[in-house]
Every structure is written in structure tokens, then in C-alpha cells.
Nanobody
Framework: QVQLVESGGGLVQAGGSLRLSCAAS????????MGWYRQAPGEQRELVAT???????NYAHSVKGRFTISRDNAKNTVYLQMNSLKPEDTAVYYC?????????????WGKGTLVTVSS
């Protein structure tokens, strides 16, 4: 059974930092792209960042230079380091995997972790 377990969300003031983690079960994810998406209230879910097994990355324009995605293939874990957070970063952040290109949404989703940035 596929499982993605996110952690690291919370409440932070604008300008602060948070680090999200997502652990994936199953060896199939060793070859898959892993990534983060987010959904703010009343908005559609959007791509934040994705990373291929070899380390190639893709970022949404709104987070470039502030967020960094990384992965530990041995642990099937992906991280999202979020710096210089803004109130508009407030959203539920979802881990995603199962796709094989940086722009393709994968099949599997985590339950999400809430990030709230206060002004």
C-alpha cells in the first residue's frame, strides 16, 4: 500500500522559516519524481516544487529563491525548506509522487500539512 506521510507544518511569522518532510513507502519511488503542491482556501491546488531522482528541480515562480526542495533517495524522503515566508504562502502543503517528469502530477498524495504564515 502506498503511503506518503508529511510533517513539519505549523504557524510561523512572516519572514520566518519552516522545513517540511515527506516519507514515502515502497521502493517504486526511488525512480519517481517527488514534489510538493499547495492549496490555499478557495484556490486550486498548485505546484510548489518537484525534484527528480538525479536532483533536477522545478519551482513555481512565486517560491524561487526562497524555497529549496531536496530528497534522500535512500530514505524515500523529500524535504521542502521554506525561508522568507510570506502570508500568501499560507496553505495546506501536499506531498506528491508517482510521476516521472518534473511537470507531471504523480498518482499518490499525502494527507497534507498546514502552513500558516502570520503577518
Amino acid at each position: 500500500q502506498v503511503q506518503l506521510v508529511e510533517s513539519g507544518g505549523g504557524l510561523v511569522q512572516a519572514g520566518g522559516s519552516l522545513r517540511l518532510s515527506c516519507a514515502a513507502s515502497g521502493s517504486a519511488f526511488n525512480r519517481a519524481v517527488m514534489g510538493w503542491y499547495r492549496q490555499a482556501p478557495g484556490e486550486q491546488r498548485e505546484l510548489v516544487a518537484t525534484i527528480a531522482r538525479g536532483g533536477m528541480t522545478n519551482y513555481a515562480h512565486s517560491v524561487k529563491g526562497r524555497f529549496t526542495i531536496s530528497r534522500d533517495n535512500a530514505k524515500n524522503t523529500v524535504y521542502l525548506q521554506m525561508n522568507s515566508l510570506k502570508p500568501e504562502d499560507t496553505a495546506v502543503y501536499y506531498c506528491n509522487t508517482g510521476g516521472f517528469t518534473l511537470n507531471a502530477v504523480g498518482t499518490y498524495w499525502g494527507k497534507g500539512t498546514l502552513v500558516t504564515v502570520s503577518s
